[in-house]
């Protein structure tokens, strides 16, 4: 089965219940704008959300590891500027985005399953009972349900997720 995605209004409850943690603000606005699968999500370097004069980027375009595709320009929200802005200019542009407690010892970012566990408490903080139906994946498909439910245009998630065909789209979308 398919992981549910995260409904627009559980999404405004987070960002308020994550406003003084930056790992988690980052993960949440960066992981819903951006669509991407996790493993794509926390390689994300400052250098692909900052410029080198130090300016938040509008837009981000990565290279997908799964599929070696770039994604299309995909436009950051207001939440995500806001956030950057907060946590990430004047870092190092060649530092890693997500970065725990024991990433300053390892130098790499946080892993997929530590990401896996942040999510499951998000869910489990919003009262959902069966956290089992949503994971990282849920947060990856935030976004391209709510375009789809607003638009009906299935072309349109197809390109920003990367995907290859509408078929799989279809499928992805439910």
């Given at each position: 089965?398919?992981?549910?995605?995260?409904?627009?209004?559980?999404?405004?409850?987070?960002?308020?219940?994550?406003?003084?943690?930056?790992?988690?603000?980052?993960?949440?606005?960066?992981?819903?704008?951006?669509?991407?699968?996790?493993?794509?999500?926390?390689?994300?370097?400052?250098s692909?959300?900052?410029?080198?004069?130090?300016?938040?980027?509008?837009?981000?375009?990565?290279?997908?590891?799964?599929?070696?595709?770039?994604?299309?320009?995909?436009?950051?929200?207001?939440?995500?500027?806001?956030?950057?802005?907060?946590?990430?200019?004047?870092?190092?542009?060649?530092?890693?985005i997500?970065?725990?407690?024991?990433?300053?010892?390892?130098?790499?970012?946080?892993?997929?399953?530590?990401?896996?566990?942040?999510?499951?408490?998000?869910?489990?903080?919003?009262?959902?009972?069966?956290?089992?139906?949503?994971?990282?994946?849920?947060?990856?498909?935030?976004?391209?349900?709510?375009?789809?439910?607003?638009?009906?245009?299935?072309?349109?998630?197809?390109?920003?997720?990367?995907?290859?065909?509408?078929?799989?789209?279809?499928?992805?979308?439910g």
């Open positions: 089965m398919s992981k549910r995605p995260i409904t627009s209004a559980q999404v405004k409850t987070l960002r308020n219940n994550v406003k003084e943690k930056p790992l988690q603000e980052l993960l949440l606005n960066l992981g819903v704008d951006l669509m991407m699968r996790s493993s794509d999500l926390l390689s994300l370097q400052v692909d959300v900052v410029t080198e004069s130090g300016k938040v980027k509008t837009e981000v375009r990565v290279k997908q590891k799964k599929t070696g595709k770039f994604t299309l320009n995909i436009p950051l929200s207001k939440n995500s500027i806001n956030t950057i802005k907060k946590h990430l200019v004047g870092r190092d542009l060649d530092s890693w997500f970065v725990g407690n024991k990433s300053h010892y390892t130098k790499s970012p946080i892993t997929q399953k530590q990401y896996s566990r942040i999510v499951k408490g998000w869910v489990s903080s919003l009262g959902i009972s069966n956290v089992g139906d949503y994971s990282t994946h849920s947060i990856r498909r935030t976004k391209s349900s709510l375009i789809y439910q607003k638009t009906q245009n299935v072309e349109v998630c197809r390109r920003l997720l990367g995907h290859s065909n509408i078929t799989a789209t279809s499928a992805y979308l």
